[in-house]
């Protein structure tokens, strides 16, 4: 990510600034994906395929006949050491919010592809023994676990509690969920192919930072007198709002595929911001004409982090948690049915021919064809 | 584990003394458990149903109707540890072994329900950016993983890897594996409703301690001069035996089925050692006339830490990685085949009618049905 894009001014905290080197990665996530894709032969052996249009996508598809298996590992990040300050500072534990956290990173990729998922398992490795003895803390992980498996309608199939002192901090969990799912019936593959011109960008609200961002938004506590209790708004803290847990959308795919609405193409909105609405690997031009509002602990990060809106939206989910491509057709009834479900939506955009670009006209903005390279 | 059995003398070194207490982490994974199996009803909401028994077992499987779906995630543990010391004694990299290690971890569990391992996924948080700029170390780990894929016909479908700074020690990663699978078809699901009486045990050999009990070889090193360059074996050092890579059992449950040998019953040989073999739940006697050759870094440890040889099978694996539960006649096959797949394998036992028992005839030994406590 470093090398897209350069802070707007000296005092702008950009995301690089806040700790993660992106070249020091990516040369190994270059040589894995090479790797792994030259694998996939293996399948065959089992009479079976890969889908290759998945390689690259948020989650993995194997055609197994009937119908498709996704699966996926995904990592919660640092938003548990955000949980563990404020434990601190309030004396409650926020660990039911950061177990649905956790799920919603494996969730909400993997239902991009159109699966739905099944299985979920758990990976909680804690740094020492004693991590599990906070009983009320351990007893919030476990309640969020299963208050998220049962808003997605997935089983937990069990999981690992590793004590890993020496490897994991003191103190610390390193938490992270697998999932797998089907794609069934088969119709169901959302891979990209049947992206148009014409198709409706319909976008979910988020709750808030959800779980990315959350580096530069730790490295923002250190400027602010009050740390994790300022107010950002009359009785919110910081702490509190960041700690929103992340929106599972699952149950909206879900019902959508019960009405009969098959997305063209999905993207959670995650750590590149609304770059991510740039993941499809074709050529088409994203035109955004309303935005949602934006949660005021993004505002708050925007403001202290001293970023213009390019920078903001290029990092930030800023209101905007995942995006469905539908049909036109569908837009205005795939809204309603997410509102049904308590999740706010609007037909933000339209997908249109032209150059590779997303362009947020109420806000002057636009990011080309290199603003994202995920690939 | 602690609770089980007391250290057999004063020197002697247990697992407990090793640094983890599982007493603080057993009412966590209880309560884990419970709420996981008050999940399986959502998959009824699907069309498909849990295989109950497979709750308990070492990966959790899903009836979806044509064949089952097995899944898994698997944590590595402090093995890396050892290999981050070695690297900085030796100056070289250790990470293709570790990379074989932690799949192995995942699909020599996956394979005990019978499922064909299909899709891994990686999981590698290191402590920092900078982990990954090693360029010779992360090609190695790339590199191993691909040959354990390789190795056990998997697709490598992708994976994550963060950057955890404060979460993951500075200069350390935290590695695991999840997989997911087929039992398929779904005559091959092996969840213990086929032992019976008079079934033989098919023991496969191990390649040293495997991923298990670095604990407990760590915490040895302290009592060590020359620490991991000990030499255990002409040319051979402590640190090099324990870094011996795990070794991978899926050929060899692939070739079984190929060969129309379906195992009665599989046990992964992990971190309760030979008590592993009580894992069923039903009552037998399990009765072991030959045991395989112990490893030199096996012997090494018991020695070094005082135990004797009851806690040493209780804990490690002495020689066993996988037990493979046959009908009697399919036994000598089963051996041939392991064999001709370059992997050490002995008719050691069989499985009788009488107390829920594990008797190791050779050395004396008899573990009775409190000695292991999964469930």
Chains 1, 2 share one sequence.
Not at 38 to 55: M, P
Not at 175 to 194: E, F, I, M
Not at 223 to 228: D, E
Not at 290 to 297: A, I, M, S
Request: aromatic share 8%; net charge negative; with cysteine.
């Amino acid at each position: 990510m470093s090398s897209h894009h350069a802070p707007s001014s000296p005092g702008t905290l950009s995301y690089e600034q806040a700790g993660v080197n992106y070249d020091l990665i990516d040369p190994l996530k270059v040589s894995a994906q090479r790797a792994a894709a030259a694998t996939a032969g293996h399948l065959a052996g089992h009479g079976f395929t890969e889908v290759a249009a998945s390689r690259g996508e948020s989650a993995y598809v194997v055609d197994v006949g009937p119908f498709y298996i996704a699966s996926i590992v995904e990592c919660l990040g640092s938003k548990a050491l955000v949980a563990d300050e404020m434990a601190a500072l309030t004396g409650r534990s926020w660990y039911a919010g950061i177990a649905q956290d956790t799920i919603a990173m494996a969730v909400n990729d993997l239902i991009t592809v159109g699966a739905t998922p099944l299985v979920v398992q758990a990976y909680w490795a804690a740094g020492g023994s004693d991590w599990f003895g906070d009983a009320t803390r351990a007893q919030a992980l476990v309640a969020g676990w299963k208050a998220a498996c049962d808003t997605c309608g997935v089983a937990w199939g069990g999981g690992e509690t590793p004590a890993l002192a020496g490897i994991v901090e003191g103190g610390r969990i390193d938490l992270a969920a697998s999932c797998t799912g089907l794609v069934n019936p088969k119709q169901r593959l959302s891979v990209g192919d049947r992206l148009a011109a014409g198709d409706a960008i319909v976008l979910l609200d988020s709750s808030g930072i959800h779980a990315n961002g959350l580096s530069l938004a730790r490295k923002l506590v250190e400027r602010l007198p009050q740390g994790y209790l300022t107010e950002i708004a009359p009785g919110l803290s910081y702490g509190e709002a960041l700690l929103a847990p992340t929106v599972l959308y699952s149950p909206v795919t879900e019902a959508l595929w019960a009405a009969g609405i098959v997305p063209h193409y999905n993207a959670n909105i995650t750590g590149h911001g609304w770059r991510k609405l740039l993941r499809h690997p074709g050529t088409f031009t994203y035109r955004i004409h309303t935005v949602p509002p934006v949660p005021p602990v993004l505002r708050f990060i925007q403001q202290q982090a001293q970023q213009d809106d390019q920078e903001a939206y290029s990092t930030l989910n800023m209101g905007a948690g995942f995006a469905l491509f539908v049909a036109p057709g569908d837009a205005e009834r795939t809204v309603a049915i997410a509102q049904g479900l308590g999740i706010g939506a609007r037909v933000a955009g339209t997908v249109e021919a032209g150059p590779k670009q997303l362009l947020i006209e109420p806000l002057g903005l636009r990011f080309g064809d290199d603003a994202l390279q995920l690939r």
